[in-house]
């Protein structure tokens, strides 16, 4: 072989491999990964964004974001999964891209994120989902699973409480702050809202701050201080209060129906507490329970892991 038939012969195995990076085979029999979607969709009156990946013939998982995030928290999933799912990922009203209606004129209620999420899924098709549920995705999403049981073919929990023991030492002013809002709106609002308290939703208690993208926090710090933001979180963390009230009727949901149950449990969350995890497994015994490293958003560190337990979770495609 001359010296140009090898270079020759290099080069094309150099592009072989090339081609199979680019198609998004991560190794042999990996199916290729799908492109996201940016879409937006009109419901009831508003502008729904919505990040959408995979063939929409696979198993659907249903992505509900926390605060103050948007479906961006769910991008390191889209990038793992949508070889082997059908992902879609909405942002509520008053987030992310999607519309924010004036609170004198939409009620910012869970009650409310919910009604507009279960009309979004009518709108795009969704008829049967896994539901994902990050932070507000809890509330959101039991209350799809209490309006629609026969959709929903597993829960994947993240960071999300619905027990008492979950709620941590923060949450003592937070009860204070529904007890009286007008006395402690102002504390609540550069507790919940700040800079600082951005990036801490993020960090919490990891010793390796250095893990952390500065930019998943000051994007979100972006959004929370354009205008009429302020307004719109302290009106919908003022309703969370519904949503402990609400804590009885999920758990009662739980060990009646024993849904299909996968928990991702960042240990680094500075807001929800580690005997979360096992409340849930009390209720669902079968549930899968792992305890990830990461924190309150988990996907930010531990996104390969998670992807990992979901893929296992949801099983192979039919």
Do not use: C
């Amino acid at each position: 072989m001359t010296r140009q038939t090898a270079g020759a012969s290099a080069l094309g195995t150099v592009l072989v491999l090339v081609a199979g990076v680019l198609a998004g085979s991560a190794s042999a029999g990996e199916p290729p990964r799908k492109a996201v979607s940016y879409r937006t969709v009109r419901v009831d009156g508003l502008n729904v964004f919505y990040r959408e990946a995979g063939p929409r013939d696979a198993p659907t998982i249903l992505l509900l974001h926390g605060l103050p995030s948007s479906s961006r928290m769910f991008e390191p999933l889209l990038a793992r999964l949508s070889g082997r799912f059908h992902l879609v990922a909405p942002d509520y009203p008053g987030f992310g891209h999607s519309d924010w209606p004036d609170p004198r004129s939409f009620a910012y209620t869970f009650d409310n994120l919910a009604r507009i999420i279960d009309r979004f899924t009518d709108e795009v098709g969704l008829r049967s989902y896994t539901l994902y549920m990050q932070d507000y995705g809890g509330p959101v999403g039991f209350r799809l699973a209490m309006a629609h049981p026969e959709r929903v073919r597993g829960l994947i929990i993240q960071n999300a409480v619905a027990h008492e023991v979950g709620l941590g030492p923060a949450w003592a002013s937070r009860r204070a702050f529904w007890a009286d809002r007008a006395a402690h709106e102002a504390a609540m609002r550069k507790g919940l809202l700040s800079l600082e308290a951005t990036r801490a939703r993020h960090v919490g208690s990891d010793p390796a701050p250095e893990r952390y993208d500065p930019d998943l926090w000051t994007d979100e710090y972006a959004f929370l201080t354009k205008p009429g933001q302020a307004q719109i979180q302290a009106d919908l963390f003022y309703d969370y209060r519904t949503n402990v009230a609400s804590y009885p009727k999920w758990q009662a949901w739980l060990r009646e129906a024993r849904p299909r149950t996968l928990v991702l449990w960042g240990k680094y969350d500075p807001s929800f507490t580690i005997d979360e995890p096992e409340a849930y497994r009390r209720d669902v015994p079968d549930a899968e329970v792992h305890i990830l490293d990461g924190g309150h958003f988990a996907l930010d560190t531990a996104a390969d892991r998670a992807a990992d337990l979901i893929a296992g979770f949801m099983g192979p495609r039919p």
